[in-house]
């Protein structure tokens, strides 16, 4: 059984992990939470779209 996972959730795992075990500090996690904010407001915002949603496709046709 695959259970889907929005990338949202997927990111905030990544974040969380990075700040405990590699020693991310808060302050850099809010400076890429502020950057994802302002490109989801550009004109750039649907190829990044289009790109993640390719690559998601790609990995989940990978066969183990």
């Given at each position: 059984?695959?259970?889907?996972?929005?990338?949202?959730?997927?990111?905030?795992v990544v974040v969380?992990?990075?700040?405990?075990?590699?020693?991310?500090?808060?302050?850099?996690?809010?400076?890429?939470?502020?950057?994802?904010?302002?490109?989801?407001?550009?004109?750039?915002?649907?190829?990044?779209?289009?790109?993640?949603?390719?690559?998601?496709?790609?990995?989940?046709?990978?066969?183990?």
């Amino acid at each position: 059984m695959i259970l889907p996972i929005s990338a949202a959730v997927l990111m905030l795992v990544v974040v969380v992990l990075l700040v405990r075990r590699s020693g991310l500090k808060m302050w850099h996690a809010f400076a890429c939470t502020l950057l994802g904010f302002y490109l989801a407001s550009t004109s750039i915002a649907p190829s990044i779209h289009t790109l993640t949603t390719n690559v998601a496709g790609m990995l989940s046709g990978i066969k183990l």
